[in-house]
């Protein structure tokens, strides 16, 4: 099974993702609460800023050495980073491959030879899965894709290759 996902096509940057690191990034999503939840779409800059004043003022507050409570937040993070389920909008990755303007259409391709295809104004809402339970997908992934609605979390689409953009 490849690891790498290529996205390919009617883009600026041809790139290629790696699922494996995607663990680290900011903006995972846990998927445990996901679909069950009410979401709310986040400023990032707006997201980012109020973290970093709740720091500062932290600082200002109890000093610059790391309280006990800090100190459990992060054991407790680490802890739900090893044992959550989560996924990652396949946005994020698109802004950053630059799709070009006379591109109509996302397509989802799989080592079985199947191909989903999205219309470029719904691939905002594709979310790659890629750890249960803390796991990787390893054996028929290393991604499945599922549509924000949740209307496939049952039945995602498997066994990814690549991203087409046409």
């Excluded at 800023?49 to 992060?74: N, Q, V, Y």
């Amino acid at each position: 099974m490849e690891i790498i996902i290529p996205i390919k096509g009617q883009v600026k940057f041809n790139i290629t993702l790696d699922p494996a690191v995607w663990i680290f990034d900011d903006r995972r999503i846990d998927l445990k609460t996901f679909f069950t939840e009410q979401q709310i779409e986040i400023n990032e800059l707006e997201d980012y800023t109020k973290k970093i004043s709740a720091h500062w003022s932290r600082e200002i507050m109890e000093g610059a050495t790391f309280p006990p409570t800090l100190k459990s937040e992060k054991k407790y993070e680490k802890t739900k980073m090893m044992t959550g389920t989560f996924g990652i909008y396949l946005k994020h990755f698109l802004k950053n491959a630059e799709v070009k303007d006379n591109a109509t259409s996302v397509v989802i391709e799989t080592s079985t030879g199947e191909e989903y295809s999205f219309p470029l104004e719904q691939a905002d809402s594709l979310i790659f899965k890629y750890s249960q339970d803390g796991k990787p997908l390893r054996e028929d992934g290393p991604v499945y894709v599922l549509l924000s609605d949740g209307s496939n979390l049952h039945n995602p689409i498997k066994h990814v290759t690549a991203v087409r953009v046409d």
